[in-house]
């Protein structure tokens, strides 16, 4: 009998072209996306070279990162270098043979969300593309991971990365969540568990009843912030949820080739007995709505819960970094989190600007408006999510209760386009970074699901979801 | 492209704190530049919010790489974790782009120690002690360091030679230059071969 293996060890296993024996390996790479922030650049090598991609109908390409969402954007961005990177990198896509969902297609989108919703990443296959939250991706069963730009040069050229072969983790969610708990309050509870560092040199697969029983879509949102517990991947083991999903998506395996994909990736997830170098517990019974009150996602309480105190940490280093969180933050030590006023709330990001995210939300706002004063955004996802909640008459819910409803793209998640939040403003958000001056100059992120970012939208102020909603 | 990195003499300037970041080497708001600057533009950016004023023109002239003897500078020195958050490969174009192509310091942020091998920069870990030797004279005005990579030593101004220790496979990536595209592509047969064995079997997988 073989060795029980991890989710991941079989994918590895079946990707590994070469292993150098020094902890790194020569893995096929079965899809690359790319963004308008690579540009023409990544083309060099092959440019110089004269030669052309073996494989183009591996790769697909977007404009997300460095482009505007207002109604009526084209290719101009008030962030310099945008103008070139979206011309520079539509021409080489041209050039090369390479599928690219431009300004204007209704599949363009935020990379990590169209490329689910397209059903080009399929479980059991490895895919990279130049964005860190590409984690996200292996929500679905596969190997996703970010690369740098001399990786992905190197993908263009050759179909192939190499990789180091990463220390394996499982983190098990025990019991059920209780309602109004989401998948993105079970990865922010994880982290604040856990710690910003604990996945550094990981692979995490996440386990349990809990996430057996997540669709998809929060899956996704669970993977995506993988890379907050610095872990460069994330996965979770596609099921039945998962082929139900993909069936039918445009680049999803058809007809009998349906059949033996499903076959294969049934085969994949993590054998009885199989051996990780790490395992964890959570128990998902204890979990509630989070929200974050500092300047890592680490830095996270319930709702109901209250600032940390440095005046009570219990040693020199703990105080001195609760001050510094604070400081920015510029919380009250030792007080409610809740009903701290809101500037700003916004709803986007590979986190969680899927369909789902916006029912969820638009739950909450149909009926309600934006409280006075606030700055209230949608961004969505991709163009196929915006236009299945114009179906569904969503983006009225949005704009009748003040929000502005916006074209997909990255936007305030990383700030490089020209959308900027109110200087030193408090923003509530749906996205996955809560660092310092990551959404504007002084902007104090508050990291939350998109139901919580409706709720603080409504009453002005950081709102228990579960109050709200009964 | 296929540049290598041998030896190394020239100007090496202190910056000795801890746990610089990639983004206080390359500040995010210069990433898009890269489609205007290429790689090897990003020099002008390096350090841009501790070296120039909110203008990004005007040097700030108590930045230690403002100083006249520093502007050619070829090795940075600085202390624990250096290159630590974000993984931008930008910030290792920068150190490179402004002309240093050698970082010694006790300890590296991870993904940027990789970086620096694939862009021909040498991360030099050496323990502090030594760093705050050759520190303590480039202060008297003695700032001249060699490096020898081959021979695995860093020579200080006063003569003194220190050793570092380096994995093997990555020491012969600089001193041969080795271009990962072309070693790779070398192979080309091998990979071939194992995609026409994976196409039999995961047919899916390939869109064509
Ligand atoms: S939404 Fe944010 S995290 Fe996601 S791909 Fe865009 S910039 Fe990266």
Redesign the interface.
């Known amino acids: 009998m073989s060795q029980p293996r991890t989710l991941f060890q079989k994918i590895w296993d079946?990707h590994e072209?070469?292993d150098?024996g020094?902890g790194y390996s020569?893995l096929?790479v079965?899809r690359d996306i790319m963004h308008d922030?690579l540009?023409?650049?990544v083309f060099?090598?092959l440019d110089?070279?004269g030669m052309k991609m073996p494989?183009p109908?591996?790769h697909f390409a977007t404009m997300d990162h460095?482009i505007e969402t207002e109604t009526g954007r084209t290719d101009e961005?008030k962030?310099?270098?945008?103008k070139?990177?979206v011309q520079?990198l539509r021409r080489k896509c041209k050039e090369y043979g390479i599928t690219m969902f431009d300004l204007g297609d209704e599949r363009q989108g935020i990379c990590h969300v169209f490329t689910p919703e397209q059903g080009i990443a399929?479980p059991?296959?490895t895919l990279i593309c130049g964005d860190?939250h590409t984690s996200t991706i292996g929500g679905l069963g596969l190997l996703a991971w970010?690369a740098?730009?001399?990786?992905i040069?190197?993908v263009l050229?050759?179909?192939?990365i190499?990789a180091q072969k990463p220390k394996t983790m499982r983190i098990n969610f025990e019991g059920k969540t209780a309602p109004g708990v989401t998948a993105k309050d079970m990865i922010l509870y994880t982290i604040g568990q856990l710690g910003a560092k604990a996945g550094?040199?990981y692979v995490v697969e996440y386990a349990g009843e809990a996430v057996r029983a997540l669709p998809v879509e929060a899956r996704l949102t669970m993977a995506n912030m993988s890379i907050e517990m610095a872990a460069r991947y994330g996965m979770i083991a596609a099921d039945d949820t998962t082929f139900d999903y993909l069936k039918g998506r445009p680049?999803a395996?058809k007809g009998e080739?349906?059949d033996?994909?499903v076959e294969?990736w049934r085969t994949l997830p993590t054998d009885d007995g199989a051996v990780f170098d790490r395992e964890e517990t959570i128990d998902a019974t204890k979990i509630v709505p989070m929200i974050t009150w500092g300047t890592s996602p680490q830095d996270v309480i319930g709702v109901d819960g209250h600032v940390p105190d440095p005046a009570k940490a219990g040693d020199a280093d703990k105080k001195a970094y609760l001050e510094r969180a604070l400081a920015y933050t510029g919380l009250t030590p030792g007080a409610a989190i809740e009903d701290t006023p809101i500037d700003v709330a916004f709803i986007g990001s590979c986190t969680n600007a899927r369909i789902s995210d916006l029912r969820a939300a638009a739950n909450i706002l149909k009926g309600r408006k934006v409280a006075d004063g606030i700055q209230a955004w949608c961004v969505p996802g991709s163009g196929l999510v915006k236009k299945e909640a114009e179906a569904e008459g969503i983006d009225k819910v949005f704009k009748e209760a003040g929000f502005e409803w916006r074209e997909p793209g990255c936007s305030m998640c990383v700030s490089?386009g020209g959308d900027k939040f109110k200087q030193g403003g408090r923003a509530i958000s749906s996205t996955n970074r809560n660092f310092e001056n990551r959404q504007g100059v002084g902007v104090r992120t508050h990291l939350a699901s998109p139901e919580m970012v409706a709720a603080a939208a409504v009453t002005g102020k950081v709102t228990d979801i579960r109050k709200l909603a009964s | 492209?296929n540049e290598s990195f041998t030896t190394l003499t020239g100007t090496a300037v202190p910056l000795l704190r801890n746990n610089i970041d990639t983004d206080a080497i390359l500040p995010?708001?210069f990433?898009?530049?890269?489609?205007?600057?290429?790689?090897d533009g990003f020099g002008g950016f390096l350090f841009g919010d501790w070296r120039f004023e909110k203008d990004e023109k005007t040097p700030k002239p108590d930045f230690v790489l403002n100083a006249p003897y520093y502007k050619d500078a070829k090795i940075l020195l600085a202390r624990d974790n250096f290159g630590c958050g974000?993984?931008r490969?930008h910030a290792v174009w920068a150190l490179k782009g402004y002309g240093i192509r050698c970082v010694i310091a006790p300890s590296f942020g991870?993904?940027f120690f990789n970086?620096c091998f694939?862009?021909m920069v040498l991360p030099l870990v050496l323990d502090e002690a030594s760093i705050e030797a050759i520190a303590a004279q480039i202060a008297e005005g003695q700032r001249e360091v060699s490096i020898d990579l081959e021979a695995q030593t860093v020579t200080a101004p006063d003569g003194t030679t220190f050793t570092f220790d380096i994995?093997g496979?990555r020491k012969e990536t600089l001193l041969k230059g080795l271009d990962?595209?072309g070693v790779?592509?070398e192979?080309?047969d091998?990979?071939k071969a194992?995609?026409d064995a994976?196409r039999a079997k995961?047919?899916?997988?390939?869109?064509?």
């Open positions: 079946d072209i070469k150098f020094n020569l096929h079965d922030l540009g023409s650049l060099e090598p110089k070279r494989n109908e591996l460095g961005t962030i310099a270098g945008g070139a990177g520079g399929l059991g296959s860190s970010g740098g730009l001399t990786e040069e190197h050229a050759t179909q192939t190499v550094n040199g680049y395996p080739m349906w033996k994909a294969y490089l | 492209m995010s708001r990433l898009t530049r890269i489609n205007e600057t290429g790689k974000s993984s490969e991870e993904i970086n694939k862009n994995d496979a990962a595209i790779t592509l192979g080309w091998e990979i194992w995609q994976d995961r047919p899916w997988n390939y869109l064509d």
